[in-house]
């Protein structure tokens, strides 16, 4: 047994091996959320170091004991790029991209989840509370439990769980089910993806599942309650405000709108490159506004960042060609020699580059056809200290159900998408300013401190019920 008090089970560690063999901490939304609870208590990370057949022993990294679980080069590709993201990724998204069921990614995927349940057996103290991460790690809440059965667990679920009638594909529907009943709290971004999931046991399980818990039996005969609910994730809200404060990166928006030959208006688009993000239809949108001479390259430039993701997935692969012939033709069809219709970068930036990319831009467009939340409308609002700019959202977003006063569109309807482009485009500063003043307040009021903090509140307080 270890002296772990908190053990976060995630995919990835929260950390990045630079050129030299040295570590870097990876700027995600979740590490700095867990960073003030890791160092009051005695925390570990378990996690893969990101690279195949990278070994690494147990190291202490700024106040977390971080465990590396290696994977092959076949692991890689059958347990992270097979069934995690070409299987799981494109069901829970709604069937976007077709699913592949392979028994060898299954098989790798269960054995894979069994190494990460071990290490973090090995490494949590006595009554500890773990608390796994993502799609990636389904199975690891059960097979903790088998192992400790001492230790609280929480499971947390950043994708969307989908309506019974897609998830029911799945080959493996019941030992997944099985493998996130494990847990004592599972926590979605929506209450609609509680509900899903709570069909889903139903159907498959025949429990019963009320608002207060679905009612698991043991094996001695008695039962325990799992919670599942929404627990909507957010963002580091006093870090965007820092960031958007700073002169540097104030001047740098000036910069980059000078750069773009100071068009009337910027639109962003700042997505992994995958296929939910629906990048394809906001360009299809914008380039039928410039064909209809709704708009020209003179008064609006598209900035699209896509950063490089799962470039060895067939579908990943695709899409990237899809979009790079898209924009090919759009920029062929409208550029001029000062202007460009899409500033397109395949590249990934660091975070107070984004944040100057979002103080230049008058209207931000998120256009995903699904998507758990999405935390770029999140950071886009946190930064607009001057309450303008326009967020763009699709109603298919787990955001959309906290941003309210954001234009709402469904991405699917091109027309649609066209006149909310115009509308955000020509909307007067005071209804900007009445919109993005609403907006802030949400994402200040919850910020990814107090999701952490109401998450490990929930599974206290789980323990305690079924502990008595
Ligand atoms: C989504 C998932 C995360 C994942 C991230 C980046 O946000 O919910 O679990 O880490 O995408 O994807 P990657 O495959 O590079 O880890």
Same mark, same amino acid.
């Given at each position: 047994?270890?002296? !772990?008090?908190?053990?976060?089970?995630?995919?990835?560690?929260?950390?990045?091996?630079? +050129?030299?063999?040295?570590?870097?901490?990876? =700027?995600?939304?979740?590490?700095?959320?867990?960073?003030?609870?890791?160092?009051?208590?005695?925390?570990?990370?378990?996690?893969?170091?990101?690279?195949?057949?990278?070994?690494?022993?147990?190291?202490?990294?700024?106040? /977390?004991?971080?465990?590396?679980?290696?994977?092959?080069?076949?692991?890689?590709?059958?347990?992270?790029?097979?069934?995690?993201?070409?299987?799981?990724?494109?069901?829970?998204?709604?069937?976007?991209?077709?699913?592949?069921?392979?028994?060898?990614?299954?098989?790798?995927?269960?054995?894979?989840?069994?190494?990460?349940?071990?290490? !973090?057996?090995?490494?949590?103290?006595?009554?500890?509370?773990?608390?796994?991460?993502?799609?990636?790690?389904?199975?690891?809440?059960?097979?903790?439990?088998?192992?400790?059965?001492?230790?609280? #667990?929480?499971?947390?679920?950043?994708?969307?769980?989908?309506? %019974?009638?897609?998830?029911?594909?799945?080959?493996?529907?019941?030992?997944?089910?099985?493998?996130?009943?494990?847990?004592?709290?599972?926590?979605?971004?929506?209450?609609?993806?509680?509900?899903?999931?709570?069909? +889903?046991?139903?159907?498959?399980?025949?429990?019963?599942?009320?608002?207060?818990?679905?009612?698991?039996?043991?094996?001695?005969? /008695?039962?325990?309650?799992?919670?599942?609910?929404?627990?909507?994730?957010? #963002?580091?809200?006093?870090?965007?405000?820092?960031?958007?404060?700073?002169?540097?990166?104030?001047?740098? !928006?000036?910069?980059?709108?000078?750069?773009?030959?100071? =068009?009337?208006?910027?639109?962003?688009?700042?997505?992994?490159? &995958?296929? /939910?993000?629906? #990048?394809?239809?906001?360009?299809?949108?914008?380039?039928?506004?410039?064909?209809?001479?709704?708009?020209?390259?003179?008064?609006?430039?598209?900035?699209?960042?896509?950063?490089?993701?799962?470039?060895?997935? @067939?579908?990943?692969?695709?899409?990237?060609?899809?979009?790079?012939?898209?924009?090919?033709?759009?920029?062929?069809?409208?550029?001029?020699?000062?202007? /460009?219709?899409?500033? %397109?970068?395949?590249?990934?930036?660091?975070?107070?580059?984004?944040?100057?990319?979002?103080?230049?831009?008058?209207?931000?467009?998120?256009?995903?056809?699904?998507?758990?939340?999405?935390?770029?409308?999140?950071?886009?609002? +946190?930064?607009?200290?001057?309450?303008?700019?326009?967020?763009?959202?699709?109603?298919?977003?787990?955001?959309? &159900?906290?941003?309210?006063?954001?234009?709402?569109?469904? =991405?699917?309807?091109?027309?649609?998408?066209?006149?909310?482009?115009?509308?955000?485009?020509?909307?007067?500063? @005071?209804?900007?300013?009445?919109?993005?003043?609403?907006?802030?307040?949400?994402?200040?009021?919850?910020?990814?401190? &107090?999701?952490?903090?109401?998450?490990?509140?929930?599974?206290?307080? !789980?323990?305690?019920?079924?502990?008595?």
């Amino acid at each position: 047994m270890g002296q !772990a008090e908190l053990v976060v089970v995630a995919n990835r560690l929260p950390v990045d091996r630079d +050129a030299d063999g040295g570590w870097r901490t990876s =700027p995600g939304g979740l590490v700095t959320a867990l960073e003030p609870v890791m160092r009051t208590v005695d925390g570990a990370w378990v996690g893969w170091p990101g690279q195949a057949g990278l070994e690494v022993e147990p190291f202490d990294f700024e106040g /977390t004991h971080l465990v590396p679980v290696s994977l092959s080069a076949d692991e890689v590709e059958e347990y992270y790029e097979g069934f995690s993201n070409d299987t799981i990724w494109p069901l829970y998204h709604d069937v976007i991209a077709a699913p592949r069921y392979r028994r060898e990614w299954w098989n790798a995927y269960r054995k894979v989840n069994e190494r990460f349940a071990d290490a !973090a057996a090995a490494v949590a103290a006595p009554n500890a509370t773990v608390w796994v991460q993502d799609y990636q790690l389904q199975l690891v809440p059960q097979l903790i439990r088998e192992r400790r059965p001492d230790v609280t #667990i929480g499971y947390f679920h950043h994708i969307p769980f989908p309506a %019974y009638g897609l998830f029911a594909q799945l080959p493996w529907r019941r030992q997944v089910i099985e493998g996130l009943l494990g847990a004592d709290v599972i926590g979605f971004q929506r209450t609609a993806d509680a509900s899903n999931f709570a069909r +889903a046991v139903h159907r498959q399980l025949r429990y019963e599942t009320r608002a207060s818990g679905i009612r698991v039996p043991r094996e001695d005969g /008695t039962s325990r309650v799992v919670l599942a609910k929404a627990f909507p994730i957010s #963002i580091d809200t006093p870090t965007y405000l820092e960031m958007a404060a700073r002169p540097d990166i104030r001047e740098r !928006a000036a910069q980059i709108r000078e750069e773009l030959g100071n =068009p009337a208006k910027i639109l962003l688009g700042v997505d992994r490159l &995958d296929y /939910t993000k629906g #990048i394809r239809h906001r360009m299809k949108a914008f380039g039928e506004l410039l064909r209809d001479g709704r708009l020209s390259v003179e008064n609006a430039t598209l900035v699209q960042v896509a950063s490089p993701s799962r470039e060895r997935v @067939a579908a990943y692969v695709q899409l990237r060609d899809e979009i790079e012939l898209m924009v090919g033709r759009v920029n062929g069809t409208y550029d001029t020699m000062e202007h /460009t219709a899409i500033r %397109y970068l395949h590249q990934s930036f660091p975070r107070e580059e984004m944040v100057a990319l979002y103080l230049a831009a008058d209207v931000m467009l998120v256009t995903a056809l699904r998507d758990g939340m999405n935390l770029v409308a999140k950071e886009y609002i +946190a930064s607009r200290l001057d309450n303008k700019g326009v967020l763009v959202l699709s109603e298919f977003t787990g955001a959309a &159900d906290e941003l309210g006063s954001a234009i709402r569109i469904n =991405p699917h309807d091109i027309e649609g998408l066209k006149d909310a482009i115009m509308q955000a485009i020509d909307m007067p500063a @005071a209804e900007q300013s009445r919109r993005m003043r609403k907006l802030r307040k949400r994402v200040q009021d919850h910020d990814v401190q &107090d999701w952490s903090h109401t998450f490990l509140g929930a599974l206290k307080t !789980a323990r305690e019920a079924n502990a008595s």
